[in-house]
């Protein structure tokens, strides 16, 4: 069965290596690929289910409103009966008074030029007075104005001009002039004329008397629109029911719908146009801030990766349960799983991106966001130091109590009495959230760390057990090693933690570094206890092949053993390409030193590459050569320590670990200061225990053989520069 880790490997020798080579290449693909499932995340869960109806049709189920709106059918109408019971503004024009008057005065003078013609028949002059007077009469009319004399002619002209002017004085309309013409009777009666004189100054003045009012359109318009504005929206709330089951729907009912975005009407390209355009904000937004603040994180692709999952997964879930309620938005398990796999500011710029897409697919609730936005934060902070899978559940009861919180805060904001049925409930979301947050977390780092090599500080403490089988191992085959890498994992802790690295993954790469020497754990003097050596029987080309060997040997373990890459290099890179220095100087005896090539006795590297690693590397070494020292004072042990990192220095192993020369100086304080603890001085035993010790030795104990050993080590003298400390130095480190 393939594991997640091989998995994980073939994946990125598929992709990257053959695929896609160009790591450029590689994160506009990923950002395209994330850019699209964010934008379906959004688009599928900030839309509101659509329903199909038709009007006139019995509705299939209740339909409620998932926002606040307004009823714009409702409204309208209101509007309409207010703009409806306002009057039309009219003015009156003087003008039109004035001209009725100038054409009674030239009817009459026209009568009188036709009367004055000798030249015309009488028929002539009652057709052109007809044709010309500029007013419309019959002919009992115009043949009276022929006929009368001058005087008569006279009086009907003041007569007429008269009445005219007293009806012009009023306002007329074109829907009134009925009843002015009932007015123009009424006045004519009032004087006191000849029956053909009342028909003909009635008619005369019918004929003038126009409508002298007139519509104001922009006024009335004005007026209207006043009154349209008056009238207070009609509001939909929310959950209010808008259609019930069985019930006939009408044409506003449709249209409420459709206000809502409720009514099925194909492929809406504007709503998934914003949807597109927000989560290409959102994808910027997160690569601009990596691009200019976060220059590791965005160089590193596993980590983009696992970003845009943990993103896109968030949004997900967070979409999942706004059915339930947006206080459930799992946001503090995407900003955990980031403040642990990866780093904290991530994480809090996650947060904030996070908390925008729960406001987005919970109906660009403001709430939603607030809560979300405090438990994602609270999520980052209570996870600073996590050193065991419990922790991440102590963090989730941390992230309810900051949901808590925000809800409480925004209950009081918002007026609404905390005894509330409903208040209570959203309490319980909240605490319920960051359980749920926390059990994702914890579910979801074994996925993480296997499939992406990460290696977080919950996998460093587990695997740093010393139940683990690997370590069992060390321990049962290598007895002298397991106490060698104990000591070895003190010094580089402490100094990785003056250097400001990381002092657990220093030491956990300390535990394995040499668990290649399960192999062939006699070769090296750490498993040798009075035994014969056996380098003392072969060339110094196999010794320095055996010992050199240790490190792939460790490398193959660890990797059957599935340890972390980041454990794997500090185990192939802590000796670098340094000389195995005391079997070089074997070869070269007797003037052989022409036929030996000084690399066949180096190891294969590479150099260390990391702080922790380069930190590894000298505590191994330091360790090995202190043990060695007759008399390990505070002063010699400083000597001795400055001494072997100025040769790894020297020699170029330290080259590509971006340690500084401040940085070696805090590293060689440490390492003094945990020694000088180590081996402080000891009481002197009086003469009768010293007896006892020496018989005991004499019964075949352990210290008189250890003693020989250690008496050769000082008296050969160990290669110390190189962390050798065989008992005839011969055996490395």
Request: net charge neutral; no cysteine; hydrophobic share 45%.
């Amino acid at each position: 069965m393939v594991s997640i880790e091989d998995l994980g490997k073939r994946w990125n020798r598929f992709f990257n290596q053959r695929l896609l080579p160009d790591p450029a290449q590689r994160r506009l693909v990923w950002a395209v690929v994330f850019f699209v499932l964010l934008t379906a995340v959004i688009a599928g869960y900030s839309r509101p289910e659509k329903v199909s109806v038709q009007a006139g049709q019995p509705a299939s189920r209740d339909i409620d409103a998932p926002k606040t709106i307004i009823n714009r059918p409702e409204t309208d109408r209101l509007r309409q009966e207010q703009a409806a019971a306002v009057p039309d503004v009219y003015e009156l024009n003087p003008s039109v008074s004035k001209a009725a008057a100038e054409d009674v005065s030239r009817f009459f003078a026209k009568a009188k030029e036709v009367r004055a013609d000798a030249a015309l028949t009488y028929q002539q002059k009652l057709a052109k007075l007809k044709a010309e007077s500029g007013v419309t009469l019959d002919d009992e009319s115009l043949a009276l104005a022929l006929r009368a004399g001058p005087a008569g002619l006279a009086n009907l002209e003041t007569w007429t001009s008269g009445v005219v002017g007293q009806v012009m004085q009023g306002s007329l309309r074109a829907d009134t002039m009925d009843a002015a013409k009932q007015q123009v009777d009424a006045q004519v009666a009032a004087l006191q004329l000849t029956s053909a004189d009342r028909n003909f100054v009635s008619a005369l003045t019918k004929a003038t008397v126009r409508p002298n009012t007139v519509l104001n359109q922009a006024a009335t318009q004005a007026r209207r629109q006043e009154a349209m504005d008056s009238v207070e929206p009609v509001k939909i709330l929310k959950g209010q029911r808008i259609v019930r089951e069985g019930a006939i729907v009408t044409p506003a009912d449709v249209a409420i719908l459709q206000d809502l975005g409720l009514l099925r009407q194909g492929f809406d390209l504007a709503y998934f146009a914003g949807a597109a355009a927000m989560a290409a904000i959102l994808i910027a937004a997160v690569g601009l801030y990596l691009r200019v603040m976060a220059r590791k994180v965005y160089d590193n692709e596993p980590a983009l990766i696992m970003l845009g999952i943990i993103l896109v997964v968030t949004a997900f879930l967070a979409g999942a349960v706004n059915t339930i309620s947006g206080y459930l938005a799992p946001v503090a398990f995407g900003t955990m799983l980031v403040a642990i796999l990866i780093d904290r500011p991530t994480a809090i710029v996650f947060a904030l991106i996070l908390a925008i897409v729960t406001g987005l697919v919970n109906g660009n609730d403001f709430r939603f966001v607030t809560v979300a936005l405090l438990g994602g934060l609270a999520g980052v902070f209570s996870v600073a130091r996590v050193g065991q899978r419990s922790d991440v559940m102590r963090a989730g009861f941390l992230v309810g109590l900051a949901n808590l919180s925000g809800i409480l805060a925004l209950s009081l904001i918002g007026a609404r009495s905390l005894y509330e049925v409903e208040t209570w409930r959203t309490y319980l979301w909240g605490m319920v959230n960051g359980l749920v947050a926390s059990i994702l977390a914890i579910g979801s780092l074994p996925f993480f760390e296997n499939f992406f090599g990460v290696i977080t500080s919950v996998k460093l403490l587990e695997i740093s057990n010393p139940g683990q089988p690997l370590l069992q191992k060390l321990l049962l085959e290598a007895p002298g090693t397991y106490h060698h890498s104990i000591m070895v994992a003190n010094l580089a802790e402490a100094a990785t933690e003056a250097i400001g690295g990381d002092p657990l993954l220093a030491r956990v790469g300390a535990y394995y570094h040499d668990v290649g020497k399960t192999k062939r754990p006699y070769f090296f003097i750490d498993n040798q206890f009075g035994v014969e050596n056996p380098h003392d029987k072969i060339s110094p080309s196999l010794s320095t092949l055996i010992i050199t060997s240790h490190v792939r040997d460790g490398v193959d373990l660890a990797q059957q053993y599935h340890l972390p890459p980041a454990i794997i290099d500090i185990v192939r890179q802590h000796h670098g390409t340094s000389l195995v220095s005391y079997f070089f100087s074997r070869a070269t005896e007797n003037g052989r030193a022409e036929e030996v090539v000084e690399e066949d006795f180096r190891y294969e590297g590479p150099r260390p590459q990391t702080r922790e690693g380069a930190v590894v590397m000298l505590a191994d070494s330091v360790e090995a050569a202190v043990r060695s020292l007759s008399k390990p004072t505070p002063g010699r042990i400083e000597t001795l320590v400055r001494k072997i990192i100025k040769d790894r220095l020297d020699d170029g192993q330290l080259n590509s670990s971006d340690l500084t020369l401040r940085d070696l100086d805090a590293i060689a304080s440490s390492f003094v200061r945990v020694l000088s603890g180590i081996f402080h001085p000891r009481i002197e035993y009086p003469d009768t225990v010293l007896a006892e010790l020496r018989k005991e030795t004499r019964n075949g104990k352990n210290g008189r053989e250890n003693g020989k050993d250690s008496g050769k080590e000082v008296q050969n003298g160990a290669d110390h520069t190189n962390g050798e400390s065989d008992a005839n130095g011969r055996t490395d480190k």
